[in-house]
């Protein structure tokens, strides 16, 4: 059974970087979409990015665009996220999740999720 196990997260400054790691266990992930996606105190949980399981093809939400990448390394069974010029508002808690299937698209919607990382916070101040 898959389990996924996110690191990587902390304090940092406004315009700093950090890279979220999420390490499965259980079952490779070639066979999985991917994503990522945080939740910010008092808010409804929201998809920030995710990665096919054909092709690696990506989707980011607009606020995160051109700031994050996401990747995959099959080798380490093991997907990132890197998140540069990192604002306040990307202060959340910060999941990656999994589908299983090989598709060419995927999706941001938590809902087509159905296997979670306990999560990683993310607090971006000066």
């Known amino acids: 059974q898959l389990q996924l196990v996110e690191s990587g997260g902390g304090l940092v400054q406004p315009g700093g970087s950090l890279r979220l790691s999420c390490a499965a266990s259980g079952a490779t992930l070639d066979n999985y979409v991917i994503g990522w996606l945080r939740q910010a105190p008092g808010k409804e949980r929201e998809g920030v990015s995710c990665v096919s399981s054909i092709d690696d093809n990506t989707v980011y939400t607009n606020s995160v665009k051109g700031r994050f990448t996401i990747s995959r390394d099959n080798a380490k069974n093991t997907v990132y996220l890197q998140m540069n010029n990192l604002k306040p508002e990307d202060t959340a808690v910060y999941h990656c999740?999994?589908?299983?299937?090989?598709?060419?698209?995927?999706?941001?919607?938590?809902?087509?999720?159905?296997?979670w990382g306990q999560g990683t916070p993310v607090t971006v101040s000066s």
């Open positions: 999740a999994a589908t299983r299937g090989l598709f060419k698209m995927c999706m941001l919607l938590p809902s087509e999720y159905d296997t």
